[in-house]
């Protein structure tokens, strides 16, 4: 029920696919929106959320990578090996961006002189020194790894939505029910 079989995603990684997809929408909705916002203190409340939530993200990615080596996903539905081998690039990639787009983050914020605070809990530990340039940088990959990772998310959806009506096989019922 809980572990993944050799043909069903198991109730945590599903857990934890859905949790990241809506996290990671609300993300990047929410994060696009704060640059229209005027200064002051419902975009410096925003601003913390969106903080918060993304090392929270970060460290979803991170247990979610380590049940995958403990508990390995089931095997591939596809027939097409040219399929399989893009599904598993985007894959491969989702989590790339997924580790990168907090952590981007955390350097631009910090960097930029602002401590990270997870939701008043624990403040992260400096991972970098405070430079305007460097923080510039940063923000400039935070900007991109969101554009790519949103991006991804479209073509793996498609993708998904393609295997439900055309290939009509159990790819998306095995990830939503484990069936
Ligand atoms: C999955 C995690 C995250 C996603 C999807 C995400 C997404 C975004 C997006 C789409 C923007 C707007 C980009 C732009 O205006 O160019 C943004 C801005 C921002 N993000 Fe994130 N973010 C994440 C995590 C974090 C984390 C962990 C931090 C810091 C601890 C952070 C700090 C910021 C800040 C300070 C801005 C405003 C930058 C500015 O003023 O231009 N984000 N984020
Ligand atoms: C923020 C949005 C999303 C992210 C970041 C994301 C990420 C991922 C990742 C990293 C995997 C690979 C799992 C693994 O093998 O370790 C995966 C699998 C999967 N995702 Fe998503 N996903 C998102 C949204 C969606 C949506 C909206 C759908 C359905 C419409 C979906 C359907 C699936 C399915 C069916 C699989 C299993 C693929 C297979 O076994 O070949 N995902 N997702």
Not at 51 to 58: A, D, E, I, R
Request: hydrophobic share 50%; charged share 10%; with cysteine.
């Amino acid at each position: 029920m809980f572990r993944n079989t050799r043909d069903q995603y198991g109730l945590v990684a599903r857990s934890l696919h859905w949790l990241t997809f809506l996290l990671v929408l609300g993300m990047l909705l929410g994060g696009s929106l704060l640059q229209f916002l005027p200064a002051g203190g419902l975009k410096s409340v925003l601003i913390g959320a969106h903080k918060s939530t993304g090392v929270l993200v970060g460290l979803l990615v991170g247990a979610r990578l380590l049940w995958r080596l403990y508990n390995p996903p089931p095997r591939v539905l596809g027939t097409n090996s040219v399929e399989n081998y893009l599904a598993h690039l985007v894959h491969l990639w989702l989590y790339v961006l997924l580790l990168l787009q907090p952590l981007s983050g955390v350097l631009m914020s910090q960097a930029y002189g602002y401590p990270v605070s997870v939701f008043g809990v624990v403040t992260l530990p400096p991972l970098v020194w405070h430079s305007d340039a460097l923080a510039e940088l940063f923000r400039r990959c935070h900007t991109v790894t969101a554009i790519l990772l949103g991006l991804l998310v479209v073509v793996h959806t498609g993708a998904a939505l393609k295997h439900h009506f055309i290939d009509k096989d159990r790819n998306l019922m095995r990830m939503l029910k484990g069936a």
